[in-house]
């Protein structure tokens, strides 16, 4: 009867443990009054607008390894879609509009990447770095 008893009290507990470990995402409206920790918690959450917002914060203060970091973060280009849905349902019509998505990814914010170009052109905070310029023009405007 013990071990019963025992066994089932394990087995909820683990079941409350394990589900206070799964990565939820934090509700930013919360935090509207505070338009700083809004703007953060949007931006952690992978909010290019507000990731863009961070890292210009960051460099009007100067601080120009996070402004460099943020501005990274929002440029980044993020997946299409599109593979999800290119075969569509069974017995569906497909979508031409998601096949010639296909080869589209969703692109960096624009703002993050002249940024970032400015920042390695003149050399802000970093070794003005060609390489890099070159990189993130290609970025913008991809041939």
């Not at 440029?75 to 509009?97: M, V, W």
């Not at 589209?104 to 914010?109: N, Q």
Request: proline share 4%; with cysteine; glycine share 6%.
């Amino acid at each position: 009867m013990f071990n019963k008893l025992f066994k089932t009290l394990v087995f909820i507990l683990s079941i409350i443990v394990l589900s206070s470990c799964t990565t939820m995402q934090q509700d930013c409206r919360v935090l509207s009054a505070d338009r700083d920790a809004f703007r953060n918690c949007m931006a952690v959450q992978g909010n290019q607008t507000a990731q863009f917002q961070m890292g210009m914060a960051a460099f009007e203060s100067q601080d120009y390894a996070k402004s460099i970091e943020w501005f990274k973060r929002a440029g980044r280009p993020r997946a299409s879609q599109s593979p999800n849905y290119l075969n569509g349902l069974p017995k569906s019509r497909r979508d031409i509009t998601f096949r010639d998505d296909m080869k589209m990814g969703l692109p960096g914010h624009k703002s993050s990447l002249r940024m970032l170009v400015r920042i390695y052109e003149e050399g802000i905070g970093v070794t003005a770095d060609p390489k890099q310029v070159t990189r993130y023009k290609n970025m913008i405007n991809p041939s």
